[in-house]
């Protein structure tokens, strides 16, 4: 497993247009916890999902029988250059904010602004 950074840059550069057609799906997101991870634990727990794998200052979740949707951890690399601001799910009916500041909207829901 590597823990290089995300190329933001290049990733939004040779992305496909935005909004993601019918049908499309992200594998899973591996996002940095700047909380304690128990409480992000407890959060997703809520949703449905289960720690799959842990290790120190990781903790990775899915939902069924799914290696890992998310993974969080508190590993010192250099700091992000972007963040995640929402994610879509069907976990949730309404929007609700995880313990890091992640906005997860109803699947199908509109950006707010």
Request: without cysteine.
């Amino acid at each position: 497993m590597d823990t290089l950074p995300l190329d933001l840059d290049g990733l939004t550069r040779d992305a496909a247009p935005l909004p993601l057609p019918p049908g499309a799906e992200i594998g899973h997101i591996h996002m940095r916890a700047h909380v304690d991870l128990d409480a992000v634990v407890a959060f997703y727990r809520k949703l449905g999902m289960a720690v799959t794998w842990k290790m120190p200052d990781a903790v990775f979740m899915a939902w069924g029988d799914y290696h890992h949707h998310v993974a969080f951890n508190r590993w010192p690399l250099p700091g992000p250059r972007g963040a995640l601001a929402a994610a879509y799910t069907p976990a949730v009916s309404r929007p609700v904010r995880d313990p890091l500041g992640v906005e997860l909207l109803p699947a199908g829901e509109k950006l707010p602004g």
